[in-house]
């Protein structure tokens, strides 16, 4: 058992801020200092949201170079790569963008993307610059003057690249999408991925973690490199890459963020007279929430993937299933939502260290403790969570949340992800997105 630490929140604090210091690469924050030596975007805004708390300015920065790195279709990479070719696998050579008609001159990036965290982490910094006034506040307001249209960009192309239907849920293309990996959730849409032959590779992440096994298999990785070499073999074209490619999920969490996002964008663009611009955004907003809302299946209560090529939901028992509360909307899901969250099956699992969510549920058979996605307790998105309940309104379960996140993070470590029976920080130590949770649910 790992002790809960008694540790101030000045040292707390402290700790918190060197993790951010040491992966600092000037104007990008690497994910973690060994394991990922690279700007992740969905990583980047969590941290924005943490540097706010310690530096307007640089929090700007985080942003201001994330959207640098934006494709002329409106989508934002991945990973946006650092000068380190070689800690992490696979690099920018191998993703094979170069080739992408929409890649930006003098960026090197992935071809693929991740949740649109981005609006929310906007609302932090534009919150934080006007509560301290001065050069932060100018900071803050000129960046959201400059950077909207990106922002907005970004959301159109979700909305009509990703959710061409207009179902009101985005269809991604990779597991590395969701942020989930591989996760339960993807086990079903990989089953039926067959790679042909992959060119051979050296994986670099296995170097970094203390325990082999908590990663993905390399037969998990050869389907991974297979669909990135299915997308450039099509220099990473939108439509050519949904008509070719093996994996096609509309992500039901994903979707989530897309609303509660769009949403949040919508009141930053009626801040600074973007009326039009905000009424479009809150289309999107409710069409994306109302897509959440319709996959909960009424037998668990859990929001719901859907396989596009196999024509089928995904019932796995992951975290994914609370994405009705990211997304808000109907009183009444959402209460049963909480309900269940801080049941048996979850926050009130018999023995867990601390009562937060594992991102699978151990009453599950999918459930795996330390392994990556399959179990273990992801600290950044309880903050996100805690993010959700207090916007609508419920301290309960944001007190909650934040307690037992405090408590666990006291241990100094800043794990990537925590067991959550032993309470044991697991893959990458200092990882940034865990330090920059810390850093908001202190205030
Ligand atoms: C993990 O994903 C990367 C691939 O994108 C990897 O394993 O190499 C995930 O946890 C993802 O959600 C996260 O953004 C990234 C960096 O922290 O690491």
Excluded at 40 to 50: K, L, P, R, T
Excluded at 76 to 81: A, M, R
Excluded at 132 to 145: K, M, P, R, T
Excluded at 320 to 343: C, H, I, M, T
């Amino acid at each position: 058992m790992n002790p809960v630490t008694s540790v101030s929140k000045e040292q707390l604090r402290a700790a918190a801020i060197e993790v951010l210091r040491l992966n600092d690469l000037g104007t990008m924050t690497s994910a973690a200092p060994n394991l990922y030596p690279h700007m992740w975007s969905w990583d980047a805004a969590f941290v924005a949201i943490g540097l706010a708390r310690t530096s307007v300015p640089r929090a700007v920065t985080e942003l201001r170079t994330l959207l640098n790195a934006q494709w002329s279709t409106g989508m934002i990479p991945h990973i946006v790569f650092s000068d380190n070719d070689t800690g992490y696998f696979p690099g920018f050579d191998r993703w094979g963008t170069a080739n992408a008609a929409a890649l930006p001159a003098g960026v090197k990036s992935s071809g693929i993307c991740q949740p649109p965290v981005h609006a929310i982490a906007l609302r932090h910094i534009v919150d934080r610059g006007r509560e301290n006034g001065g050069a932060d506040q100018a900071a803050a307001e000129e960046f959201l003057a400059e950077s909207f249209d990106g922002w907005l960009a970004w959301h159109r192309w979700l909305a009509t690249v990703r959710d061409p239907d207009g179902v009101g849920l985005i269809e991604i293309h990779h597991g590395w999408e969701s942020g989930f990996d591989n996760s339960p959730r993807w086990d079903g849409p990989y089953a039926r991925v067959v790679p042909g032959a992959v060119a051979p590779f050296t994986r670099r992440d296995t170097l970094h973690v203390a325990d082999i096994s908590e990663r993905p298999d390399d037969a998990e990785y050869t389907k991974y490199l297979w669909l990135v070499q299915q997308m450039a073999d099509v220099a990473f074209d939108d439509d050519a890459v949904r008509q070719v490619v093996d994996f096609r999920v509309r992500d039901v969490f994903f979707s989530a963020i897309m609303a509660a996002s769009s949403a949040v964008l919508a009141d930053l663009g009626d801040e600074i007279g973007r009326d039009k611009e905000a009424g479009e955004l809150r289309l999107m907003a409710a069409r994306f929430q109302a897509g959440v809302a319709s996959t909960v299946d009424p037998a668990t209560g859990l929001a719901r993937d859907y396989d596009v090529l196999a024509g089928q939901s995904i019932g796995t028992e992951t975290v994914s299933g609370f994405a009705p509360l990211v997304s808000g909307g109907d009183p009444a899901l959402l209460a049963a939502q909480r309900e269940l969250l801080q049941g048996p099956r979850w926050m009130g699992f018999p023995d867990l260290r601390f009562p937060l969510p594992p991102s699978t549920s151990p009453a599950s058979d999918a459930f795996r403790p330390r392994t990556y996605w399959r179990g273990p307790v992801w600290p950044f998105l309880n903050l996100l969570l805690g993010w959700a309940a207090a916007r609508d309104g419920e301290p309960g379960l944001y007190g909650r949340l934040r307690s037992a996140s405090l408590q666990q993070l006291a241990d100094l470590q800043f794990g990537e992800y925590y067991e959550p029976f032993t309470g044991e920080p697991l893959g990458s130590l200092a990882q940034a997105w865990t330090a920059a949770a810390a850093l908001e649910w202190m205030g």
